[in-house]
């Protein structure tokens, strides 16, 4: 896959399509641990500032195009994203082939009411749930113990639903020695798979006015992401 990657803003772009994407997953799963990003406009930007998130970066498996506003970005620099893929369309997908074929899941992050829903749409997951407190990145005893409950658990996949940077340093954090399967940073997306969160209706997803919709219904959350 690496003729499918390709670098701007300092990072190293998947270009391929979702359907390649989610074969290597299903290999990926049965190997040692590694784990996705999916960069936006907001996470560039904090790159920039963020030497620990650089780090995680660098060390992700892949790094996924999130953004209808990045991808015209980056084509004028000439990477060309044949698909974006939306961290909340991937987590979806991950969790209907998780219940269809009666995977386990970590998840780190999310409500127990979102576990509940969570549990109820797919019941053929096996869901294995920590949700760290507040500023647990700045915590070294909460840190460790999410990292231990991630090592304690086996499974295929490993969610974390903890808002960047966070998620991308705990991501960063699991050495490829200490367990199988894959990791990916997902932020909002379990609270848009269970209905916490209303996304997008489909036209302004494809009209590149997502952003808006998430201003209109979380202005402060999307006003500092962006500004």
Avoid at 154 to 174: F, H, N
Wanted: proline share 6%.
């Amino acid at each position: 896959m690496s003729n499918e990657t390709n670098h701007a803003f300092g990072v190293n772009f998947y270009t391929g399509s979702k359907a390649t994407l989610l074969n290597c997953i299903r290999e990926g799963v049965k190997q040692p641990y590694s784990f996705v990003v999916t960069p936006n406009v907001d996470h560039l930007a904090q790159l920039q500032e963020n030497p620990a998130l650089r780090e995680a970066y660098a060390k992700a498996r892949l790094r996924l195009c999130d953004s209808r506003i990045l991808q015209p970005l980056l084509q004028r620099l000439g990477v060309h994203v044949e698909e974006v893929i939306p961290g909340s369309d991937l987590t979806m997908d991950l969790l209907e082939w998780a219940d269809r074929d009666r995977l386990r899941v970590v998840l780190i992050g999310a409500t127990e009411q979102e576990c509940i829903k969570l549990r109820a749409l797919y019941p053929g997951i096996t869901l294995y749930h920590h949700n760290p407190p507040m500023g647990f990145i700045n915590r070294p005893d909460e840190v460790q113990q999410a990292l231990q409950f991630i090592r304690d658990n086996p499974s295929e996949l490993v969610l974390y639903a903890v808002g960047a940077p966070r998620q991308e340093i705990l991501a960063s954090s699991i050495e490829s020695h200490e367990r199988t399967g894959m990791g990916f940073c997902i932020g909002a997306s379990i609270s848009f798979a269970t209905g916490s969160i209303k996304r997008a209706p489909v036209w302004m997803q494809n009209c590149k006015l997502e952003w808006l919709h998430r201003m209109c219904s979380e202005p402060k959350e999307t006003l500092k992401k962006t500004f």
